[in-house]
Nanobody
Framework: QVQLVESGGGLVQAGGSLRLSCVAS????????MGWFRQAPGKEREFVAAGSWTGGTAFYSDSVKGRFTISRDNAKNTVYLQMHSLKPEDTAVYYC?????????????????WGQGTQVTVSS
């Protein structure tokens, strides 16, 4: 079984930065591709970023490309989402997810384990 715990959310002004963390526990978790998704009020959950366990492959949604960076520290079983130039439309609950296997995916149904989420609020 894999458990994921996000942290680092909060309230920030537009243009500011935040770094989200996701600590994973469980067997072989540091070999799994990891993703970040978000859900804004009244909207469906959407893909944000995903990366391989080596860090060699990463995908981003068009809305965050150039502003967000996914990274990981396998020694700490932790995945990060560094967010810069935040906008009010980035306001959402952010979830990390782990996918059994090796292929990085951008669809929610491809992920097997989910965290509880952390709230990010960007004020204008």
């Amino acid at each position: 079984q894999v458990q994921l715990v996000e942290s680092g959310g909060g309230l920030v002004q537009a243009g500011g930065s935040l770094r989200l963390s996701c600590v994973a526990s469980g067997r072989a978790v540091n070999t799994y591709p990891m993703g970040w998704f978000r859900q804004a009020p009244g909207k469906e959950r959407e893909f944000v970023a995903a990366g391989s366990w080596t860090g060699g492959t990463a995908f981003y949604s068009d809305s965050v490309k150039g502003r967000f960076t996914i990274s990981r520290d396998n020694a700490k079983n932790t995945v990060y989402l560094q967010m810069h130039s935040l906008k009010p439309e980035d306001t959402a609950v952010y979830y990390c997810a782990a996918r059994i296997g090796t292929v990085v995916a951008t669809t929610q149904t491809s992920y097997n384990y989910w965290g509880q989420g952390t709230q990010v609020t960007v004020s204008s």
